[in-house]
């Protein structure tokens, strides 16, 4: 048999813990049973021959509800017209507050063997997990889907003034910027953050994340007006927080928000720019050029489901997923510091982001630490007359894979 369920679980912690639940069937498994075999079946007390049934599984394109356990809180409709629309969400797993709250989508292949022995009867059972996985058709994506984002900034200094600019200023004009008077010089302009909407993991291109620094002449001082200037960006930082809202039978919904459940995954960019042999400068001017920090660290997003065994949740971005009771989405959130004239400028901002899954390109190349001509035998399933490997095989292959 083959099931699969999307299930989540919740805990109000205290002086006794309660505990709600989800649960919804994806794949009936008493449709999908199969006998591989009737009949009497000799097993030899010492041992011997084994006996092997060649098969195979049709995995459902559709969720096939099924099942006593089929709950009523969903982020999406249950009725079951549209219910046989929707596709098989793919496998995943998270978990929260130390195992306390948990949400994942799982599938698994259950062989049962009866049997009948000396007047006693019995049942033996193995389950083998399996992962079912999305890919995007086609090739990678071409656009990002650039959305602008503006900030508009204030700094007040006599350093402004270009014949003051290292000059030591006196006991009167630093009275007069710490009560901030209007004698002090004053810039204001507008920071332009072009930060993508959409990305897609394993992407071999970089994604876009812009910068420009545009002057606001008609709020700045008259003095400084026209007058060139330069910003130093001194730190950035971008990640991205994946958002996980699960549904449970009489409390609905949990997690998700600033204080739910979410998983910063950071680009290291600041660790990028402080490697940089000269600084990053932003031209304050009427027709400042946009400077692509995307490119320049080539920001992008590794593939998950390559990602090695004993590696955390959070330490990889997951495309977002929405299915009855579990819903994942992400947002791109960034903090950034700019010098100006001896003063520091802050630029903070954030955006929804959707996660597209690799194409299906990305499958067919080894995973992350394979490399390039060595065994790909992972990428083709074996054929069905094939044997299996044997349990002790796939204990040793665990083993050595640190499973």
């Known amino acids: 048999m083959l099931h699969g369920r999307a299930k989540s679980k919740s805990v109000m912690t205290g002086y006794q813990n309660s505990e709600f639940r989800g649960e919804f069937t994806l794949i ?41 356990r089929y709950c009523t809180e969903s982020f999406i409709s249950i009725e079951p017209s549209s219910v046989a ?34 007047g006693s009867r019995g049942t033996y059972t193995a389950v083998k997990p399996i992962r079912i996985l999305h890919f995007n058709p086609g090739s990678s994506i071409t656009s990002n889907n650039i959305k602008r984002h503006d900030t ?62 545009v002057p606001q002449w008609d709020q700045s001082s008259k003095s400084l007006r026209d007058v060139p200037r330069t910003l130093q960006l001194t730190s950035l930082d971008i990640n991205i927080w994946t958002i996980v809202e699960v549904k449970t039978e009489q409390r609905r919904p949990v997690g998700g928000g600033e204080v739910g459940w979410r998983f910063a995954t950071s680009l290291n960019t600041n660790k990028a720019l402080k490697s940089l042999s000269s600084p990053i400068e932003l031209q304050c001017t009427n027709d400042s050029p946009t400077i692509d920090v995307g490119e320049m660290f ?26 009855y009771n579990i819903r994942i989405t992400n947002q791109l959130r960034w903090e950034m510091e700019f010098k100006i004239a001896g003063e520091i400028a802050k630029v903070d901002g954030k955006g929804d982001l959707e996660v597209l ?39 040793e292959e665990d083993r050595q894979a640190g499973r």
């Open 28 to 68: 009936d498994g008493p449709k999908t049973m199969k006998t591989l075999f009737s009949g009497p079946i000799h097993i030899a007390a010492e041992g011997g021959a084994q006996d092997k049934w060649p098969f195979s599984v049709h995995i459902p394109p559709r969720v096939e509800v099924g099942g006593d």
């Open 85 to 118: 629309q929707d596709e098989l969400p793919p496998s995943f797993e998270v978990t929260w507050k130390g195992g306390f709250d948990e949400a994942f989508v799982e599938y698994y292949l259950e062989a049962g063997l009866r049997l009948d022995a000396k």
């Open 152 to 213: 508009e900034l204030t700094v007040s200094s006599f350093h402004l003034e270009p014949s003051l600019k290292n000059a030591k200023l006196s006991r009167s004009q630093k009275v007069k910027k710490v009560f901030g008077t209007p004698s002090v010089p004053s810039l204001t302009f507008k920071v332009e953050v072009g930060a993508p909407t959409v990305i897609q993991a394993d992407d071999p291109n970089p994604f876009r994340f812009s910068l420009r620094a």
């Open 298 to 323: 080539k920001l992008g997003i590794p593939l998950y489901s390559t990602r090695p065994a004993n590696s955390l949740w959070d330490e990889f971005v997951r495309p977002g997923v929405v299915t």
């Open 357 to 395: 899954w690799p194409p299906r390109e990305a499958f067919l190349r080894p995973p992350i630490g394979i490399p390039a001509g060595s065994d790909q035998s992972w990428v083709v399933p074996p054929a069905e007359n094939d044997n299996p490997p044997t349990f002790r095989e796939v204990q």
